[in-house]
């Protein structure tokens, strides 16, 4: 698929250090894509790829220091994400896509210093990784996001004077 092959180059660009370039990539990548759900707005996969296209360019954005763009991006890669049809995706690796999302967006407003924005954006994202542990506890990547989001929930509700949430969450990790 050609949507594919330009968010593999953009995967290549990016190991190269050309993030103006890896941009590029994504976001033909992604116009792609959007041309591929249009004719075909059932199928999980693209949806699912379309997502990851959307995650891509926002991550790329918000290191560029666009973070009103990367949120939107992120944005849209999370309404994706959301959408798909749980009879067709396993819900254990939509609420791992969806927490690794919502991660994206609050670090997003961590950079930005909007630590209210974060909690809210980790607290969702602890809810999603959850499920996703529900549905597959075995899972060593599900582990290790609900590691990564548990860790910076609790450094943000500590930014934010929630000192009594931030033990409660830590001790969720033991």
Same mark, same amino acid.
């Given at each position: 698929?050609?949507?594919?092959?330009?968010?593999?180059? *953009?995967? @290549?660009?990016?190991?190269?250090?050309?993030?103006?370039?890896?941009?590029?990539?994504? &976001?033909?990548?992604?116009?792609? $894509?959007?041309?591929?759900?249009?004719?075909?707005?059932?199928?999980?996969?693209?949806? *699912? @790829?379309?997502?990851?296209?959307?995650?891509?360019?926002?991550?790329?954005?918000?290191?560029?220091?666009?973070? +009103? /763009?990367?949120?939107?991006? $992120?944005?849209?890669?999370?309404?994706?994400?959301?959408?798909?049809?749980?009879?067709?995706? +396993?819900?254990?690796?939509?609420?791992?896509? &969806?927490?690794? @999302?919502?991660?994206?967006?609050? #670090?997003?407003?961590?950079?930005?210093?909007?630590? *209210?924005?974060?909690?809210?954006?980790?607290?969702?994202? #602890?809810?999603?990784?959850?499920?996703?542990?529900?549905?597959?506890?075995? %899972?060593?990547?599900?582990?290790?996001?609900?590691?990564?989001?548990?860790?910076?929930? &609790?450094?943000?509700?500590?930014?934010?004077? %929630?000192?009594?949430?931030?033990? +409660?969450?830590?001790?969720?990790? /033991?």
């Amino acid at each position: 698929m050609l949507g594919r092959c330009w968010l593999l180059l *953009g995967n @290549i660009e990016s190991d190269l250090g050309h993030m103006t370039e890896s941009l590029a990539c994504y &976001i033909r990548g992604v116009r792609v $894509l959007q041309r591929v759900v249009e004719t075909a707005p059932d199928d999980a996969s693209v949806q *699912g @790829i379309l997502a990851d296209a959307y995650s891509a360019v926002g991550e790329r954005v918000s290191v560029l220091g666009r973070s +009103d /763009e990367a949120e939107a991006y $992120l944005l849209k890669s999370l309404a994706c994400a959301r959408s798909w049809n749980t009879h067709q995706a +396993d819900p254990g690796f939509r609420a791992y896509l &969806i927490a690794g @999302i919502l991660a994206k967006l609050a #670090a997003v407003h961590q950079r930005a210093n909007n630590w *209210g924005r974060a909690y809210s954006y980790l607290e969702q994202a #602890a809810e999603e990784v959850h499920r996703a542990l529900q549905a597959a506890p075995s %899972k060593a990547e599900y582990r290790e996001r609900y590691g990564q989001v548990f860790t910076a929930w &609790i450094l943000t509700s500590a930014r934010l004077g %929630k000192h009594e949430a931030a033990l +409660d969450q830590a001790r969720r990790l /033991e």
